[in-house]
């Protein structure tokens, strides 16, 4: 994507139909680190993969807690992830106070969305910089939702979003039809593998990933530092006694430069250069 | 003219509010009902019991027999309040989702102490149309020793080693006085007044205690909601009372 006169203002159509500045938004989720859902019968699994910006700082918390029954895992701007996060935490929270019920994931997941559609239509704001897997279980089951910050959202069986999400939604293409009635642990590993797919160097440890569980009879917990490591012995397990994972590396992921984009501050967006190119060119928008 | 004003004098006029013998009337409507029930909370060196009958009446009939007057905030500190039961729910759903946002924000859970700031804080902000509900806090406090709390309707508080609220209260606080032999509240500087019972001997005491108000007290019966709350979680037995 290439500057151009129709991007300066979020309210400016390009003579294409396109709105440039939402879809730089987009971006900024692609250059987030990466981010895994996926949905069996009973339990939603997300996974997420957690970077450090150097080895001094830890490493920075991309899943929330919503509710009881609902987490979300974001990619892109941590700060506008935190801001989404509180909104919709108070909304539960209200919900409950009202109805005395947990909120359904759905109608929550269409309020962010419509939150994020003002922004697009205001000249005096910015669009979201930050995608949403949000994974809930409601009356009607299991859900897991991407938001983005066009203000679409779709419902998904198993998706990625972040850098390198390509390899990680190829492993789930792949797998997917045996999720409805994996178990949790299983559904744990295939998100871990679908995470270790994006990986351009190094592997996963219990310090750079985090996996969240929510379910029937299973309220929301994060499993992370000490408690994922049995889950990664089991997947090196397989590892020695199978093939090793796929190491997706598209060719322009090469420079691993921080890059300044969002003006990144300590506590800043997880950025990195090399933005998941393939297969994302065209009109990334829905226009639907 | 002259007639007009005549038969007028400013003393004679009827006073606002009056009726037409002149004494002034009161509301016949009032926003609050008591809905009786009792409860009681005792602290121990390692535990603390909390207890609340589960009848809930109006006048002279009962509307249930099964109500709880218990609201658990966490593993480690409960609120039970007697009284006005549709103030009591409004509470206690405030204080829940203050709870919820409090454990959010600090990603752990409200210490006893806490939360019994913030049922203080809470009951003043009605200070003019207060709830009508006379409240215990209790649970265990940061060192694991029994804490409880015990309440005005607007939101003055103390820490004490046991105490009861509600309509059997007067019948059962003498009983907790004599048996679990308090340092009068008046010393200064307070002393530590939580009981050196083992729980066992606490929680007959606390038995004891709702079958004697229950002889007595109209409101109380039906059944007892008992929680003892100790480092390992919080168990709840149910005593049943007279039915009567």
């Given at each position: 994507?290439?500057?151009?006169?129709?991007?300066?203002?979020?309210?400016?159509?390009?003579?294409?139909?396109?709105?440039?500045?939402?879809?730089?938004?987009?971006?900024?989720?692609?250059?987030?680190?990466?981010?895994?859902?996926?949905?069996?019968?009973?339990?939603?699994?997300?996974?997420?993969?957690?970077?450090?910006?150097?080895?001094?700082?830890?490493?920075?918390?991309?899943?929330?807690?919503?509710?009881?029954?609902?987490?979300?895992?974001?990619?892109?701007?941590?700060?506008?992830?935190?801001?989404?996060?509180?909104?919709?935490?108070?909304?539960?929270?209200?919900?409950?106070?009202?109805?005395?019920?947990?909120?359904?994931?759905?109608?929550?997941?269409?309020?962010?969305?419509?939150?994020?559609?003002?922004?697009?239509?205001?000249?005096?704001?910015?669009?979201?910089?930050?995608?949403?897997?949000?994974?809930?279980?409601?009356?009607?089951?299991?859900?897991?939702?991407?938001?983005?910050?066009?203000?679409?959202?779709?419902?998904?069986?198993?998706?990625?979003?972040?850098?390198?999400?390509?390899?990680?939604?190829?492993?789930?293409?792949?797998?997917?039809?045996?999720?409805?009635?994996?178990?949790?642990?299983?559904?744990?590993?295939?998100?871990?593998?679908?995470?270790?797919?994006?990986?351009?160097?190094?592997?996963?440890?219990?310090?750079?990933?985090?996996?969240?569980?929510?379910?029937?009879?299973?309220?929301?917990?994060?499993?992370?530092?000490?408690?994922?490591?049995?889950?990664?012995?089991?997947?090196?397990?397989?590892?020695?006694?199978?093939?090793?994972?796929?190491?997706?590396?598209?060719?322009?992921?090469?420079?691993?430069?921080?890059?300044?984009?969002?003006?990144?501050?300590?506590?800043?967006?997880?950025?990195?250069?090399?933005?998941?190119?393939?297969?994302?060119?065209?009109?990334?928008?829905?226009?639907? | 003219?002259?007639?007009?004003?005549?038969?007028?004098?400013?003393?004679?006029?009827?006073?606002?509010?009056?009726?037409?013998?002149?004494?002034?009337?009161?509301?016949?409507?009032?926003?609050?009902?008591?809905?009786?029930?009792?409860c009681l909370a005792v602290?121990?060196?390692?535990y603390c019991i909390v207890a609340a009958t589960t009848?809930?009446?109006?006048?002279?009939?009962?509307?249930?027999?099964?109500?709880?007057?218990i609201?658990?905030?966490?593993?480690?500190?409960v609120?039970a309040?007697?009284?006005?039961?549709?103030?009591?729910?409004?509470?206690?759903?405030?204080?829940?989702?203050?709870?919820?946002?409090?454990?959010?924000?600090?990603?752990?859970?409200?210490?006893?102490?806490?939360?019994?700031?913030?049922?203080?804080?809470?009951?003043?902000?009605?200070?003019?149309?207060?709830?009508?509900?006379?409240?215990?806090?209790?649970?265990?406090?940061?060192?694991?020793?029994?804490?409880?709390?015990?309440?005005?309707?607007?939101?003055?508080?103390?820490?004490?080693?046991?105490?009861?609220?509600?309509?059997?209260?007067?019948?059962?606080?003498?009983?907790?006085?004599?048996?679990?032999?308090?340092?009068?509240?008046?010393?200064?500087?307070?002393?530590?007044?939580?009981?050196?019972?083992?729980l066992?001997?606490a929680i007959d005491l606390v038995k004891?205690a709702f079958?004697?108000?229950?002889?007595?007290?109209?409101?109380?019966?039906?059944y007892v909601e008992v929680l003892i709350i100790?480092?390992?979680?919080i168990r709840r037995e149910e005593l049943q009372l007279?039915?009567?």
């Open positions: 994507m290439f500057r151009n006169q129709y991007d300066t203002d979020v309210t400016t159509w390009s003579p294409q139909g396109r709105l440039f500045q939402v879809e730089y938004a987009m971006e900024a989720v692609k250059q987030g680190s990466c981010a895994v859902g996926l949905v069996s019968n009973t339990h939603v699994v997300l996974a997420t993969l957690k970077r450090a910006q150097n080895d001094l700082s830890s490493y920075q918390r991309k899943m929330f807690k919503i509710d009881d029954h609902m987490g979300i895992a974001i990619a892109g701007l941590t700060a506008d992830g935190r801001v989404l996060c509180k909104y919709m935490r108070n909304e539960c929270i209200n919900h409950r106070f009202v109805y005395e019920a947990p909120m359904p994931v759905g109608r929550l997941v269409r309020q962010v969305a419509d939150k994020h559609q003002v922004c697009t239509q205001r000249s005096w704001k910015r669009p979201f910089g930050v995608g949403l897997l949000v994974g809930g279980y409601d009356r009607s089951g299991p859900h897991l939702y991407n938001t983005c910050p066009s203000g679409n959202y779709y419902e998904y069986k198993a998706m990625a979003i972040g850098a390198r999400s390509q390899a990680a939604k190829t492993y789930l293409e792949k797998h997917y039809e045996s999720f409805p009635t994996a178990s949790v642990e299983a559904m744990v590993q295939h998100g871990l593998r679908a995470l270790a797919a994006t990986l351009s160097e190094g592997e996963l440890t219990k310090a750079n990933c985090a996996v969240s569980i929510v379910g029937r009879n299973a309220p929301y917990v994060v499993i992370e530092d000490d408690d994922v490591e049995p889950y990664l012995q089991m997947l090196k397990a397989e590892e020695d006694a199978g093939d090793a994972p796929m190491a997706a590396d598209e060719a322009a992921a090469g420079g691993e430069a921080a890059a300044a984009a969002e003006g990144g501050a300590a506590a800043g967006g997880d950025a990195a250069a090399g933005g998941d190119a393939a297969g994302e060119a065209a009109a990334p928008m829905e226009t639907e | 003219m002259a007639a007009a004003t005549a038969g007028y004098k400013l003393a004679a006029a009827p006073k606002a509010g009056a009726d037409s013998q002149g004494v002034k009337q009161h509301a016949t409507w009032s926003p609050y009902d008591d809905n009786g029930g009792t602290a121990g060196a390692d009848r809930m009446s109006t006048g002279y009939s009962i509307l249930t027999r099964r109500s709880t007057k609201l658990q905030l966490t593993d480690k500190c609120i309040s007697a009284g006005c039961q549709v103030d009591m729910k409004a509470l206690q759903k405030l204080l829940q989702s203050r709870n919820v946002m409090f454990q959010h924000n600090h990603g752990k859970p409200m210490s006893c102490k806490g939360a019994a700031q913030l049922l203080s804080n809470t009951l003043y902000y009605k200070r003019f149309f207060p709830y009508y509900t006379f409240n215990l806090c209790a649970g265990l406090d940061e060192e694991g020793k029994g804490a409880v709390y015990t309440y005005d309707a607007i939101g003055s508080y103390e820490r004490t080693g046991y105490s009861c609220q509600g309509s059997g209260k007067d019948l059962m606080q003498p009983v907790l006085d004599n048996q679990l032999k308090a340092a009068s509240p008046l010393l200064v500087p307070a002393r530590n007044s939580t009981t050196t019972l083992p066992e001997q004891d079958v004697s108000a229950g002889e007595r007290d109209i409101y109380t019966g039906d100790t480092q390992d979680g007279k039915l009567d």
